[in-house]
């Protein structure tokens, strides 16, 4: 019925039908093109102001300007918020407390202030400590807390951690259970409990067979590595209890680059039973780390299927007498696999007389170990510096 | 029947079905744009993320780490003549803990071998390695008596993939990261793409964007001359709408010629570089998600958005267009070497589709209004109004991805630059886009 009668004005008016749709489609296409174009303007005029007022001596100026531009920099308003920040801790700062800051209530704000408080220490960071773990900020960190947004949790959980703001600890553990199939979450989670050095916390979450790790074999290495408590003692700890394959492993690969010695014995039984890459780690702890009742069970390890244990048994032995090794290292040397002739190279190169060692190479009549012990001998040189 | 004849009788027929056709375009030119804006405002939201996820996790710590996987860069300068070591100082200089750098040279090219020879003290080095993939053979290795770091093999191979399965060949890390003669790396780079795998143990390899400028820290692009700046916006706008947008909905075909990385395993299993590929990252990446689909692995592949590499401008316009020629005809190498996977990993095909077949729809496009309104067969307003859309749609997408980027990755904002930039964006339509266009028609 409405169709009818819009064809009824239409002709009553003399036009045709073609006619009145093509001048809509013309009016759209005109509003269209002035919607965009009049965007096109307005940006070139705020960035023409920005050009033309960069050299303007007038703070009032100077402000609207840097609050333009942090429309778009992120930069800029990162730059803004963390000068903003040095002026609160700062005793002749012209600012007082964080709520004078606008924006410190944002991802940007949460983003600025952990990247400040890691280049801050003493007074002025004890200043941003107490001033986010006021109740003023707290509010607005325990709102976030509280809310869903993961990523808002997250840079929550990073300046919990940057600030050490240890009261916090129980809310960090409560995001990582509820975020569980989160690897992001666990990243910072664990970050941040490492940073705190929250022992207890860290075995009790490591202990939980219901938290499974999303986080890769290096992550946890890194994310140890920073622990503030007593590492050695978490080690310990963590080695005979955590449900995860890849914190025990880390924790072994932990042992061996920090030489705690006296836990080798925790680490033996996983070199004789377990998982080829826990294995694997822990031949190479042993070795670190000396440990001299592993000895027979890494020469015997030298004869295992697995060419990656026999390479790393190589590097191994290298740690021990390499009189007493040498037999073993040369059979090694004349290994089917590259990696592990070259790892035994390496551990060869270690020899005093070199040219006798030269020699006993040669005599096994294999052409590839000789070429890959000149190599390991020349590189050996090259890294001393010999070679130029 | 004469030909004056026949025209006669066909422009009635034309003059009643161009109104059509003239809609028919319009309709295009309005889903294109849209669809192009939609997929700004896709890569603006996960561009944030990006920034967001890597701020909290705080990847930086891994700068001086222990626990960072090492990597093997390659360079393929088998025919570089010019001296590469403005190229291998930018590339020794990176900010990453652990890595080397395998530079595949030909001797008899004399001046690129002296000054590799001049520069970093080569000494011959009896060198045992495992030839795992196929490549010309190695004439000798040498290595730098003033950086360990520095691997170089002398090799006659002419072929790229030849040159970078040698490299392979000869690695000792787990991660390959090729890269090409006109490829600058920022400091961060290593660090920014291998993080990646470390936080992913399930990834393969990580793609990145070349963006274009002679500077490495991308703050020194006032100097860069007008065409260059063209060239910028132009990697920006294929950037943030086809290539970081379809990737956002899981579609990624790298470009060909930029730097990447994968992981040493997964290149192994696929065989290498092959000869007979045009653009042999992009071609070895397709084959690798072929024969992980076909083991049903999990794995990951993507794309990182991050300013970490800079591609040396074209100074000449025949020469941007030779280089847009060539990475046509790459693209369309590529995928017709791996039609079965193309059609496995959605938007590969559609990544052409897009870089191919739009432009010539933009074209026909203009033309076909064009001639309706020569004809009369629509108004001229309507014509005016629809050249000046598709310019505005175009302008918008550009100003667009050169704010996105202003926005998330540079460090310092120089107004003047962006203005000057702003005011390309617009004028660009009238000539370099059109130019661009019709190469890519014509590739």
């Not at chain 1, 990162?78 to 407390?97: F, S, T, W």
């Not at chain 2, 990453?96 to 520069?119: M, P, R, T």
Request: glycine fraction near 6%.
């Amino acid at each position: 019925m409405r169709h009818n009668t819009a064809d009824q004005l239409i002709r009553a008016a003399g036009w045709r039908r073609e006619t009145v749709y093509l001048s809509i489609l013309q009016s759209l296409l005109g509003g269209l093109t002035i919607a965009l174009g009049a965007l096109l303007v307005v940006g070139f005029f705020l960035l023409l102001m920005l050009h033309l007022t960069r050299s303007v001596d007038n703070r009032k100026v100077q402000k609207m300007r840097e609050q333009l531009l942090c429309l778009i920099s992120g930069a800029a308003e990162a730059k803004r918020m963390k000068n903003h920040i040095y002026e609160v801790v700062n005793p002749d700062g012209k600012l007082d407390q964080l709520s004078d800051i606008h924006g410190i209530c944002t991802a940007r704000g949460l983003i600025a202030m952990a990247e400040t408080a890691e280049e801050l220490s003493g007074a002025s960071l004890e200043k941003l400590q107490k001033e986010a773990g006021g109740e003023w900020y707290g509010e607005y960190l325990r709102r976030l807390l509280d809310g869903v947004d993961e990523e808002a949790i997250a840079l929550v959980i990073k300046l919990i951690g940057a600030l050490q703001l240890k009261n916090y600890t129980p809310d960090v553990v409560t995001q990582i259970y509820c975020c569980r199939t989160t690897a992001q979450m666990q990243h910072v989670g664990m970050l941040t409990l490492c940073m705190l050095g929250a022992e207890r916390d860290i075995v009790a979450l490591c202990r939980d067979h219901t938290i499974a790790s999303l986080l890769s074999f290096r992550t946890l290495e890194e994310i140890f590595s920073i622990y503030t408590g007593d590492l050695k003692k978490l080690c310990r700890k963590l080695i005979t209890s955590a449900s995860d394959p890849y914190i025990r492993r880390t924790c072994i690969k932990t042992i061996g680059e920090q030489g705690y010695d006296d836990l080798g014995d925790l680490v033996l039984p996983h070199l004789i039973q377990g998982h080829i890459n826990t294995r694997i780690d822990s031949a190479r702890t042993l070795g670190q780390i000396h440990f001299e009742m592993a000895y027979p069970h890494l020469v015997a390890g030298a004869s295992d299927p697995r060419w990656e244990m026999r390479a790393v048994i190589a590097t191994a032995l290298g740690v021990f007498d390499e009189r007493e090794n040498e037999e073993t290292l040369i059979k090694l040397l004349c290994d089917r696999e590259w990696w592990v002739r070259y790892r035994a190279a390496e551990s060869l190169t270690k020899a005093t007389d070199t040219r006798a060692l030269m020699e006993r190479v040669e005599q096994t009549g294999d052409r590839f170990a000789a070429e890959m012990m000149r190599f390991a001998l020349d590189q050996a040189a090259l890294m001393k510096g010999e070679a130029a | 029947m004469n030909l004056a004849s026949i025209l006669q009788s066909v422009v009635p027929i034309l003059r009643a079905g161009l109104p059509a056709v003239c809609y028919g375009f319009l309709a295009l030119l309005f889903f294109a744009g849209i669809v192009r804006l939609l997929l700004i405002a896709k890569s603006t939201v996960q561009l944030k993320k990006h920034v967001r996820s890597l701020r909290s996790v705080d990847y930086r710590r891994f700068q001086d780490s222990e626990h960072m996987m090492p990597v093997s860069l390659i360079l393929p300068a088998i025919n570089e003549t010019g001296s590469l070591n403005e190229q291998v100082e930018n590339l020794l200089s990176l900010d990453f803990k652990q890595y080397e750098l395998i530079v595949v040279a030909n001797s008899e090219h004399a001046d690129a071998w002296a000054s590799l020879c001049k520069g970093y003290s080569l000494l011959p080095f009896h060198q045992p390695y495992k030839k795992t993939l196929k490549s010309a053979p190695i004439e000798s290795v040498y290595r730098s008596a003033k950086d360990v770091r520095l691997v170089v093999l002398d090799s006659k191979e002419k072929s790229r993939a030849g040159a970078l399965n040698a490299g392979v060949n000869i690695s000792s890390y787990p991660i390959i990261a090729p890269v090409y003669p006109d490829l600058r790396l920022t400091k961060d780079a290593l660090l920014k793409t291998v993080y990646a795998f470390v936080s992913d143990s399930a990834c393969v390899f990580i793609g990145t964007f070349a963006r274009i400028g002679d500077a490495t820290d991308g703050e020194d692009g006032k100097k860069m001359p007008v065409l260059a700046q063209e060239q910028y916006m132009e990697r920006l706008r294929t950037l943030y709408t086809n290539r970081a947008g379809y990737e956002n909905i899981g579609l990624y075909l790298p470009l060909s010629g930029t730097f990447a990385a994968f992981l040493k395993s997964a290149v192994l299993e696929s065989g290498g570089f092959s000869y007979e590929a045009a653009a042999e990252s992009a071609d070895l990446l397709l084959r690798i998600h072929g024969r992980m689909r076909k083991d049903k692995r999990a794995y990951c592949a993507r794309l990182l958005p991050d300013a970490v590499c800079y591609q040396l401008p074209q100074q000449k316009m025949r020469g941007v267009c030779a280089s847009l020629r060539r990475g046509q005809r790459e693209m369309r190498n590529t995928i017709r070497r791996n039609r079965g996977t193309a059609s496995m990993v959605p938007g590969a095909g559609y990544t052409r589709l897009a870089e191919k077949f739009w432009p010539l729809v933009e074209i026909l496009g203009a033309v076909v209004v064009i001639a309706a309104g020569v004809l009369g067969a629509v108004p001229l307003l309507f014509m005016a109004l629809y050249l000046l859309l598709g310019v505005l749609f175009g302008s918008v997408q550009t100003v667009l991805a050169v704010l996105l980027e202003e926005y998330a990755f540079q460090r310092q904002t120089d107004t003047g630059l962006l203005l000057r930039r702003y005011l390309l964006a617009i004028v660009d339509n009238f000539g370099f886009r059109v130019l661009t266009t019709f190469t890519k028609i014509y590739s």
